[in-house]
């Protein structure tokens, strides 16, 4: 069972980044899939849901409009499109999967938003 | 969006055994559950503890959840020195359908 976050980097202020998570090891298309963040020297973060069919999507009141989380169940993937990026996007992003809580992470991918 | 309270710092004797608390209200703690996850910087959280306060195989019978009204807790019997982690707790939030983190305790094991 694993999952694998890729796609962090470094851009600039204002501009957007896709992030995604390859599930392994479980069937990946019967669970709600999260984000979770954690900022440098903060504590962790929730960002996103998205249901196990991709029927209903919540997110976090600062990412609101801002982010939107996707899944590709025949390619066993999940995504978080990240536009109009702030320097408190700053993180380490974490994709989880949900029984019951969080119950599998990944290793996260680093996120920079800075000039 | 207001979290979960947690006290940020908790320290306790090695074999010591140590109560984290977790305070929300009655649409998060008090009626979904509440999941305990602990955390070594370096590493992914790992947990704990799941909202029906089951413990996900492999995880020590020294670590048990409770729930009272709307705080939850988290006991750690024994205390290790490998204890010394940060802790989490997480819960759904019914009315505002997010889920929600406390701030984090910060477990000291001396």
């Known amino acids: 069972v694993q999952l694998v976050e890729s796609g962090g980097g470094v851009v600039q202020p204002g501009r957007s980044l896709i992030l995604s998570c390859a599930a392994s090891?479980?069937?990946?298309?019967?669970?709600?899939m999260h984000w979770v963040r954690q900022a440098p020297g903060k504590g962790l973060e929730w960002v996103a849901v998205?249901?196990?069919?991709?029927?209903?999507?919540y997110y976090a009141d600062s990412m609101k409009g801002r982010f939107t989380i996707s899944r590709d169940n025949s390619e066993n993937t999940l995504y978080l499109q990240m536009n109009s990026l702030r320097a408190e996007d700053t993180a380490l992003y974490y994709c989880?999967?949900?029984?019951?809580?969080?119950?599998?992470w990944g290793l996260g991918t680093m996120v920079t938003v800075s000039s | 969006q207001a979290g979960l309270t947690q006290p940020p710092s908790v320290s306790k004797d090695l074999r010591q055994t140590a109560t984290l608390t977790c305070t929300g209200n009655?649409?998060?703690?008090?009626?979904?559950?509440t999941a305990w996850l602990q955390h070594h910087q370096g590493h992914p959280p790992k947990l704990l503890s799941d909202?029906?306060?089951k413990r996900p195989s492999g995880i020590s019978e020294r670590f048990s959840a409770s729930t009272s009204g709307n705080t939850a807790s988290l006991t750690i019997t024994g205390l290790q020195a490998e204890d010394e982690a940060d802790y989490y707790c997480?819960?759904?939030?019914?009315?505002?359908?997010?889920?929600?983190f406390g701030g984090g305790t910060k477990l000291t094991v001396l």
């Open positions: 989880a999967r949900e029984l019951s809580a969080f119950d599998i």
């Open positions: 090891g479980f069937t990946f298309r019967s669970y709600n």
């Open positions: 998205i249901s196990y069919n991709g029927g209903f999507k």
């Open positions: 009655s649409n998060n703690v008090g009626n979904q559950g």
């Open positions: 909202r029906n306060n």
């Open positions: 997480s819960a759904w939030d019914s009315s505002l359908n997010i889920w929600v």
